[in-house]
């Protein structure tokens, strides 16, 4: 059984930090990429950033500057810090794992149940 368990949201002033984090847990053999999703009322869910085993990574356009995503392998966890946070930045944050686990020869993407982010004065 693999589980994804992100935490740190919560409710932030505009221009405020915030640190996501997600940890990976079970049976695993590796993990690829990691990524950050958010879902926004009303809006599809979109990419904000993601992370490979090697470390290099990839930002939405509106979040480049502003967010940083780094993982500790060694923890199979992900986080995201955001910065300059801005009230469109609201949206409930999905961490998704793409995990080999132990015994299998295929990765599979393994979701977290999501945590809200709300940036308003």
């Known amino acids: 059984q693999v589980q994804v368990v992100e935490s740190g949201g919560g409710l932030v002033q505009p221009g405020g930090s915030l640190r996501l984090s997600c940890e990976a847990s079970?049976?695993?053999?590796?993990?690829?990429?990691m990524d950050w999703h958010r879902q926004a009322p009303g809006k599809q869910r979109e990419l904000v950033a993601g992370i490979t085993s090697g470390g290099s990574t990839n930002y939405a356009d509106s979040v480049k500057g502003r967010f940083t995503i780094s993982r500790d392998n060694a923890k199979n966890t992900v986080y995201l810090q955001m910065s300059s946070l801005k009230p469109e930045d609201t949206a409930v944050y999905y961490c998704?794992?793409?995990?080999?686990?132990?015994?299998?020869?295929?990765?599979?993407?393994?979701w977290g149940q999501g945590t809200q982010v709300t940036v308003s004065s």
């Open positions: 998704n794992a793409n995990i080999r686990k132990m015994g299998y020869t295929l990765n599979y993407s393994y």
């Open positions: 079970g049976s695993i053999s590796s993990i690829n990429y």
